[in-house]
């Protein structure tokens, strides 16, 4: 009988939680893409590291790759200038620029009413879906860090730490290729039928404004790793357009 503790699909990652002996089998591409988006986060001098140190403990937490963001801030306007550029500039996923952008507005309610990060994510008063306060949440959060210490879960903790920091494998970057690729396709379906042509450059005035100052400088530092493979050709122009609105 196989061993069900092995994943031998390459586009899987295992990872294990607090107290369970069976692994989660999470998509490998879309952790990368998060992990890619918290470090493209912060780079550009918005998000606080704990976005990227909590990130593995939230993903086993939630047991979901969009570490348990949900809509985004949409009160929060430097957030949401963030969000946008994640999304509409470099596009990223909606849930990987909304993990972001709520690290952003939850540290800042954190620290603003002296609480602990994770009590701020899941919220002061109790939850409808899970009927436990932030305070509870915050206590499960805290157990879950001894998971993310698990041996085991070094290759998942190291994906996240290489993809965050762009050191991915060249059969990692060929994965998100691959993902990049069916993704355009679907959308050049999707646009074909609609008749209606997407629009790949930066539609947000307010995500612009971030790198507003020294656009050109703040591309050319980039390293090509940190960003998706589905935005390379695409920083030029996107960069230019920025250039024309100062």
Do not use: C
């Amino acid at each position: 009988m196989a061993d069900r503790n092995v994943v031998t699909d390459p586009a899987k990652i295992k990872a294990y939680r607090y107290g369970e002996t069976l692994p989660l089998k999470l998509d490998r591409a879309e952790v990368i893409e998060i992990a890619q988006a918290a470090g493209m986060g912060r780079q550009i001098g918005q998000m606080p590291d704990i976005g990227i140190t909590e990130l593995p403990n939230k993903i086993l937490l939630e047991g979901r790759t969009d570490a348990g963001s949900n809509a985004p801030p949409y009160h929060n306007k430097k957030a949401m200038d963030v969000y946008n550029f994640l999304m509409d500039g470099l596009q990223f996923s909606g849930a990987s620029a909304s993990y972001v952008a709520n690290v952003i507005e939850k540290k800042r309610v954190a620290d603003k009413l002296g609480v602990p990060f994770e009590q701020a994510w899941n919220g002061l008063g109790t939850s409808n879906m899970t009927g436990r306060t932030g305070a509870q949440h915050a206590q499960r959060a805290e157990e879950m860090k001894g998971a993310v210490k698990d041996p085991r879960n070094k290759e998942f903790v190291d994906l996240i730490d290489r993809a965050a920091s762009g050191k991915l494998t060249e059969e990692e970057k060929q994965l998100l290729e691959n993902r990049a690729v069916i993704a355009r396709n679907r959308k050049a379906i999707s646009s074909a039928g609609s008749g209606v042509q997407q629009d790949i450059q930066p539609k947000s005035p307010a995500a612009l404004d971030i790198i507003k100052e020294d656009p050109l400088a703040f591309f050319a530092d980039m390293t090509e790793p940190l960003i998706p493979t589905v935005v390379k050709g695409l920083l030029d122009s996107i960069a230019n357009s920025i250039k024309g609105t100062q």
